[in-house]
């Protein structure tokens, strides 16, 4: 079995960033466990200063993950 430093790991853990085009900052924290069954499950955390940005960056990733465009 190989280790995490050689690839091989059931976890990921980002922190992304993104500037809107009105200049408003926005941090999400994601969060991904890969099950023994194979599917995947974690959580996703989107923190802004402002309630507009993380409330549409939200909407946007509940509507991929049910398959939308």
């Known amino acids: 079995m190989m280790s995490a430093l050689e690839g091989e ?3 990921l853990a980002a922190n992304l960033y993104a500037k809107s085009v009105f200049g408003e900052d926005a941090l999400v924290n994601v969060s991904i466990e890969k099950q023994t069954d194979g599917k995947l499950s974690g959580y ?3 923190r802004s200063k402002t309630q507009g940005i993380a409330l549409s960056l939200g909407d946007k ?5 049910k398959g939308g465009s």
């Open 9 to 11: 790991c059931g976890f």
């Open 44 to 46: 996703i955390r989107i």
């Open 61 to 65: 990733i509940t509507l991929k993950q």
